[in-house]
């Protein structure tokens, strides 16, 4: 079958993921010969785009070839973003490309690498690399930056191009916006970029340097962790969901029929599933823990590039929301890390009860974990003592700078170790001390010509129709307003420390939806409220 581009061969894949990967062939056909421009937006966590439709060869080699000439300019104030003196120093310290496990990521790396070597800047070449790792390698090797190639848990036909300067942590709009401009203005020109072969480039092992430095840094405590492995009546399940982390627990912690490993092979199209953690796609390792009689269990799910995770212990489930307000008890508790805790906006305000009690100072930023290097900074004057966001992404004291599903596991498992406790049991000893909170999300589509200025104009007037201290109908009952927070969108919080946020997506025509009451028979009512809000202001 001729298909006339890469969307139409797209649908014809995703409607059959078992019976028609040969396909893909003739999506590599697109990437290859597509020169179609792309408008490049790095969004909260890099730019993304579907493989042969945007995301092609010509278009990565744009954007590669922005960055390269963002590195000539020499700009004061991008070079100290980046953490270097000059373009001299940037091809000496040189630059890491890996990829996650898609389709097409060695192809994609090599191009990028040829391109940064006809310019003479030094390549390391990490193969299959998580997120986090990137980090870890910048920091062993002193690197000036690197790209890792990967759309984090979107769908198996999108790719994406994540930056990070010398510090590890994501790139701030200082870089980005810089890497954007360049790109937009390359795509409106019709630049089609030349293929530069890749060669002579060094090999390194992300594993063995993360390894490396998360023994140098010392938050986790491997030997106590292996110790209690082989010791304890224990099961732990880990799904890796065909990604990047496969084989990482493995290393670290070596051989154990204590640990089960789920979802390790090649699967490009992930089983036909949004490789993301849910709770649909815990149930390979929700069942397995259930079946088991062991003492203490622990089931974890992650997503491709090895930035997010959800846990649970057969019988409870603990999305970031509650794993993070448990972590920051745990560290500061039992581990003495003393300092702050950053949480965004739209983050539970379980951890604020917890740090409010324990006179821990709390930082809430925008959306997005790039905003929190602030507080992770070896450097930082408020250093965190734990970051997390609700959408299932944690780092902590001493860690990298950016979000981290091998470290929220092996942290899991030292809780467990030193707590004598599974994580649900331990979860509920903290919700009877500090209170119940039930948080949650949702959303709603918008027509696509509202994305981007036109919708956070009219979500804007939101802060206008609702002020402190009315009351809010909620049905037959009703609320007062007890405060209102615009860092990111507009969060409206009660007298009886519920709320809702409304915010527009940063990558889709949608408006999010996060709530938290202090009820679980609240929801409904607390969602149905904040579309009511949703479709008013944007009907004014």
């Known amino acids: 079958m001729q298909y006339k581009n890469a969307e139409e061969c797209w649908g014809d894949i995703l409607s059959d993921p078992q019976g028609k990967t040969d396909l893909l062939s003739e999506i590599e056909k697109f990437a290859r010969k597509n ?47 980046l953490g270097v003196k000059s373009f001299e120093e940037i091809k000496k310290r040189g630059v890491i490309v890996g990829h996650d496990n898609r389709f097409l990521g060695p192809q994609f790396a090599e191009t990028v690498i040829g391109l940064f070597q006809k310019d003479g800047v030094k390549c390391y070449y990490s193969g299959e690399t998580t997120t986090p790792e990137f980090s870890a390698i910048l920091e062993e090797l002193n690197g000036a930056c690197s790209i890792n190639l990967t759309p984090s848990h979107n769908p198996a036909k999108w790719a994406g191009f994540k930056f990070n300067p010398s510090d590890g942590g994501p790139a701030g709009p200082e870089i980005t916006k810089v890497i954007e401009n360049i790109a937009n203005r390359m795509m409106k020109d019709g630049v089609i970029i030349e293929d530069q072969k890749a060669e002579a480039y060094e090999k390194v092992d992300p594993v063995k340097l993360y390894d490396k430095y998360i023994t140098r840094r010392g938050t986790i405590d491997i030997e106590r962790i292996k110790e209690f492995i082989k010791n304890e009546d224990v099961l732990i399940c880990i799904d890796h969901v065909h990604g990047s982390t496969r084989n990482r627990p493995l290393r670290l912690l070596g051989e154990s029929d204590k640990i089960k490993y789920f979802r390790l092979e090649d699967d490009y199209l992930f089983g036909g599933i949004a490789p993301e953690p849910s709770s649909k796609n815990m149930r390979l390792v929700t069942d397995e823990l259930n ?152 959303g709603v589509e918008v027509d696509r010509s509202l994305v981007g200025s036109p919708l956070k104009n009219k979500l804007a007037k939101i802060k206008e129709q609702i002020k402190i201290n009315t009351e809010v109908n909620f049905g037959d009952n009703s609320k007062k307003v007890k405060d209102i927070i615009t860092l990111d969108g507009t969060k409206v919080i009660f007298n009886d420390d519920s709320w809702l946020l409304i915010r527009p997506s940063g990558t889709e025509p949608k408006v999010r939806f996060y709530i938290e009451t202090r009820s679980e028979d609240e929801k409904d009512i607390m969602f149905k409220k904040a579309e009511e809000i949703t479709k008013s202001a944007i009907e004014a």
């Open 291 to 442: 079946a088991s009689n062991s003492k203490y269990k622990l089931g974890v799910i992650m997503d491709p590039d090895g930035d997010r995770i959800r846990f649970t212990d057969g019988a409870t489930e603990l999305p970031m929301n509650y794993f993070g307000a448990v972590a920051l008890h745990f560290l500061h508790k039992y581990k003495n890390i003393k300092g702050v805790v950053a949480k965004s906006v739209a983050t539970s305000n379980f951890a604020n009860a917890i740090a409010e009690k324990l006179g821990i100072e709390i930082k809430e930023t925008m959306v997005g974990f790039k905003n929190f290097r602030p507080f992770m900074l070896p450097t930082s004057k408020e250093r965190a003592i734990v970051t997390f966001e609700e959408s299932d992404g944690i780092s902590a004291f001493n860690h990298t700078l950016e979000k981290d599903a091998i470290f929220g596991l092996l942290l899991a498992i030292e809780m467990m170790a030193v707590t004598k406790m599974n994580l649900g049991p331990y979860l509920v000893s903290i919700q009877e001390e500090f209170g119940y909170f039930f948080p949650d999300r949702a």
């Open 35 to 81: 020169n179609d421009p792309s408008n490049v937006v790095f969004g909260t966590s890099g730019w993304r785009g579907e493989i042969g439709i945007d995301y092609t060869f010509n278009n990565v080699k744009i954007v590669t070839s922005a960055i390269i000439e963002m590195f000539k300019a020499e700009d004061s104030d991008v070079m100290a973003a």
